[in-house]
T-cell receptor
Framework: DVKVTQSSRYLVKRTGEKVFLECVQD?????MFWYRQDPGLGLRLIYF???????EKGDIPEGYSVSREKKERFSLILESASTNQTSMYLC??????????FGQGTRLTVV | DAKTTQPTSMDCAEGRAANLPCNHS???????VYWYRQIHSQGPQYIIH???NNETNEMASLIITEDRKSSTLILPHATLRDTAVYYC????????FGQGTELSVKP
């Protein structure tokens, strides 16, 4: 079974903190994705990585950065967390042309 | 990546086939058609994908027209647990989710 694991299910951080969300996949997938999901706004792509050290901005990259130093791990970084980054964050991975598999999500609250 | 158009919502009777359409008239030759669904409060689930041939797996069938400008996802015997938002995405790899079709399966 494909496994995409996100490091936390729930996270509470303070405004201004640097936040790291980690995602690990065990299927040797080339592609990895970070999304956020908010009520009424659907699933929005933050960043996409198609190979180690390669990344592409999604629809809403502002306030976020990513790191992909190893194929299996894709990190989302909130440089200075703000309350409008309170959301459900979902990581996914896929092979080059295959279907994507999602992690269980991290519900981040910034206070 | 090509844009897709899906109906906002559809109903289906339990036990009947659910046919979910998707238009993607600007699809290019190397773009695949992917289908996902999201059941309330869960993460999206991959269903099926194809390039030009029809595809079938244990969950669904995907019918792609010969000109590849539209496709239909078929759930052959819909159950109440198939109630979800269904997303059709056309892509070479980067997945952008639209608004999808909210399918309600009714008893």
């Amino acid at each position: 079974d494909v496994k995409v694991t996100q490091s936390s299910r729930y996270l509470v951080k303070r405004t201004g903190e640097k936040v790291f969300l980690e995602c690990v996949q065990d299927m040797d997938h080339e592609n990895m994705f970070w999304y956020r999901q908010d009520p009424g706004l659907g699933l929005r792509l933050i960043y996409f990585s198609y190979d180690v050290k390669m990344k592409e901005k999604g629809d809403i990259p502002e306030g976020y950065s990513v790191s992909r130093e190893k194929k299996e791990r894709f990190s989302l970084i909130l440089e200075s967390a703000s309350t409008n980054q309170t959301s459900m964050y979902l990581c996914a991975s896929s092979s080059r042309r295959g279907g994507a598999f999602f992690g269980q999500g991290t519900r981040l609250t910034v206070v | 990546d090509a844009k897709t158009t899906q109906p906002t919502s559809m109903d289906c009777a339990e036990g009947r086939a659910a046919n979910l359409p998707c238009n993607h008239s600007t699809i290019s030759g190397n773009e695949y058609v992917y289908w996902y669904r999201q059941i309330h409060s869960q993460g999206p689930q991959y269903i099926i994908h194809g390039l030009k041939n029809n595809e079938t797996n244990e969950m669904a069938s995907l019918i792609i027209t010969e000109d590849r400008k539209s496709s239909t996802l078929i759930l052959p015997h819909a159950t109440l647990r198939d109630t979800a938002v269904y997303y059709c995405i056309v892509s070479r790899g980067k997945l952008i989710f639209g608004q999808g079709t909210e399918l309600s399966v009714k008893p």
